[in-house]
């Protein structure tokens, strides 16, 4: 079942820069203020409460608007952001961080460590719907020692506990006495960060403007906006009319359709790999999944490379567990299952599956073998994986649906509450391995990442140790060790890593390439006053 969502083409109009009245002393292709960035996306945010972002496009603007007290800076390492310096004591188990000093938050009011006490509290509070709490139940004490110094003690060793500040911090005096899952916040964030807040119209655009007083400086770009385009197809026709600036490609876009010289004249592209993978994740509490005999056999019967070169035409690589390919931590002597629909059959027969009536679908008392895979509007690579894996299954008897929903409806009406067979997903993932919040058969409450109902005491023993090991050497072995368990278990089909493939229009100056992609320095891209299209 293919589903095509068909929406107008109607660009965001924005007042048109007038270059008669650029100052004569201006010269061409200096750093000016001004312009606006017209971002696509195919789906809307869910919350703009941070703690609780779980999405791209909802983390997207959380990263303009708010900051953490590290981050990560081209070259993947971690810098100061609102703290300005730490320092590490007594082996890892105390983080001492030395705050900014004169960051406001966007009403104008201070930022001080009350604020991380804030955010601090709520990562653990068991009524706050967060994913990311797994990262802050290893503190004992958080210390205030005075408005810009904090004092974090660990009860053990605890591996990612500098990259976890990267955490974004929330306003102690607008959220103190709110409930964060219910709170208008989630529509209307103040933050520390680059970009303000300005509206929201659900299911069209986000604006933000620019921070005139960031700590870091004030952005180039005045105007950051967001808008929601379901559809990849249509997003490419408003790159063609220059309705928008900047938007991920699809790999036939990329290889084949912006080949010319339109889109040589007026955009960049960019390729590098990204930090992530596509899977087929499974409701193991769904019986017809909790054999795992029934998911190798799927693994055996989907030919994962067929849909990497049919799909993502080389810009792709196949995947074999829970890491990035790149990383120290991923298991490159585990061999993918092959192509193998006779050995699927054989499977699934062992766990009774049987096609006892010659009609061509497998059955197990008196029921056929059949489920539902969700996948989310407007993504045309996953509607074409999710397409061929049908057509593979149904070779070995397994009839395969196909669901299309709207991105924030399956997360909150499918996801979080458990109601799915099936669903076809990607995860985007932090340079630092560990993933203890998606594997860890803890983290099964709603909204957190273990959604699929995973569980494996060997697995959690691992993920756990893996935390307190600093030395990379010993924390690669235990996590290759994980992910062999796991692809043993296969409780999700891993399918592919593809490339990450902005484009962005050549107006925009200052754009670079880096091993953390190319947003590290937003603040200061900039269009040179000529060129200028917005007011």
Request: charged share 25%.
């Amino acid at each position: 079942m293919r589903i095509l969502l068909m929406v107008p083409v109607v660009s965001f109009l924005l007042s048109i820069f007038d270059p008669a009245i650029i100052p004569a002393v201006e010269k061409a292709g200096e750093p000016s203020y001004g312009d606006a960035i017209v971002v696509a996306s195919i789906s809307d945010a869910r919350t703009l409460v941070p703690i609780l972002a779980s999405d791209s496009a909802s983390t997207d603007i959380d990263g303009m608007v708010f900051n953490g007290l590290v981050k990560y800076d081209r070259d993947i390492k971690i810098v100061g952001d609102l703290a300005e310096s730490w320092d590490i004591r007594e082996g890892g188990l105390v983080i001492i961080f030395h705050l900014r000093k004169g960051v406001r938050w966007h009403d104008g009011a201070s930022f001080t460590a009350k604020d991380v006490e804030f955010t601090y509290k709520k990562l653990i509070d068991p009524n706050v719907r967060t994913p990311y709490s797994g990262d802050f139940e290893r503190v004992t004490k958080l210390e205030i020692i005075d408005d810009h110094t904090v004092k974090i003690t660990y009860k053990e060793p605890f591996a990612p506990a500098l990259a976890s500040w990267g955490m974004p911090i929330m306003p102690e005096h607008i959220l103190k006495g709110e409930d964060l899952n219910n709170t208008s916040f989630s529509r209307h964030p103040v933050g520390t960060g680059p970009y303000r807040f300005k509206s929201w119209k659900t299911g069209e655009k986000i604006e933000l403007v620019s921070n005139h007083d960031y700590f870091e400086g004030r952005p180039y770009i005045d105007r950051y906006l967001y808008r929601i385009i379901p559809d990849e197809a249509t997003i490419f026709l408003e790159l063609q009319t220059r309705g928008v600036d900047m938007a991920h490609l699809s790999p036939l876009q990329f290889t084949r359709q912006t080949d010319n010289g339109f889109f040589s004249t007026h955009y960049r592209k960019f390729k590098y790999p990204s930090f992530g993978y596509t899977y087929l994740g499974y409701n193991l509490s769904d019986p017809k999944f909790s054999d795992v005999r029934v998911r190798h056999a799927i693994n055996y019967a989907v030919n994962k490379k067929e849909i990497v070169e049919t799909v993502f035409f080389g810009l792709a690589q196949g995947t074999t567990g829970p890491f990035i390919i790149d990383s120290w931590a991923y298991n490159r002597n585990i061999a993918p299952a092959p192509f193998d629909p006779g050995k699927a059959k054989k499977l699934l027969a062992q766990a009774g599956w049987i096609d006892s009536d010659g009609d061509g679908w497998l059955e197990k008392d008196g029921r056929i073998f059949e489920f539902t895979v969700l996948i989310n509007q407007g993504n045309t690579e996953r509607q074409r994986c999710a397409e061929m894996i049908q057509g593979y299954l149904k070779v070995v008897g397994i009839r395969m649906k196909i669901r299309v929903v709207e991105w924030s409806a399956m997360i909150n009406e499918f996801i979080n509450k458990r109601r799915f067979e099936a669903v076809l997903m990607g995860w985007f993932l932090p340079r630092d391995p560990d993933n203890f919040d998606i594997w860890h058969s803890s983290k099964t409450r709603e909204g957190e990442f273990n959604f699929i109902g995973y569980k494996n005491e060997e697995v959690d023993r691992l993920l756990e140790e893996g935390r307190r090991t600093f030395n990379e050497r010993a924390r690669g072995a235990i996590y290759r060790k994980i992910h062999r368990l796991i692809y043993e278990d296969q409780p999700y089909m891993f399918l592919y890593s593809s490339d990450t493939l902005p484009i962005v229009n050549s107006r925009f100056r200052n754009v670079e390439a880096s091993p953390i992609g190319i947003g590290y320095n937003f603040i200061k891209w900039y269009v040179p006053k000529r060129e200028q299209r917005y007011r």
